[in-house]
Nanobody, 125 residues
Framework: QVQLVESGGGSVQAGGSLRLSCSAS????????MAWFRQAPGKEREGVAS????????SYLDSVKGRFTISRDNAGNTIYLQISNLKPEDTAMYYC??????????????????WGQGPRVTVSS
């Protein structure tokens, strides 16, 4: 099993920045591929960034490139999502997800077996 605990959400003004953290524990072989998703009110959950935990390479949703940065600590037990130049449309619940790496940079929900509870991020204009 894998457990995911996120932190770092909150209310921020547009143009600001924040960093989300996700601490993972449990079988590392089941969490070699991790990602951040977000779900805005009334919208479907979408993947915004993913990372190969063992190698450190990453991939992004096109619409967030340049503002979102996913990273992990050297042990691969914590991943981060740094968001800069926040916009009101970034308001959402942000979820950490984990699964096995399978040679594909997928941000499909079905790729991931484990999910965190999601910190809320609210961006005011």
């Amino acid at each position: 099993q894998v457990q995911l605990v996120e932190s770092g959400g909150g209310s921020v003004q547009a143009g600001g920045s924040l960093r989300l953290s996700c601490s993972a524990s449990g079988d590392i072989l089941r969490r070699t591929y991790m990602a951040w998703f977000r779900q805005a009110p009334g919208k479907e959950r979408e993947g915004v960034a993913s990372i190969h935990v063992l190698v450190g390479t990453s991939s992004y949703l096109d619409s967030v490139k340049g503002r979102f940065t996913i990273s992990r600590d050297n042990a691969g037990n914590t991943i981060y999502l740094q968001i800069s130049n926040l916009k009101p449309e970034d308001t959402a619940m942000y979820y950490c997800a984990a699964g096995r790496w399978s040679d594909i940079w997928s941000l499909r929900l079905s790729t991931f077996d484990f999910w965190g509870q999601g910190p809320r991020v609210t961006v005011s204009s």
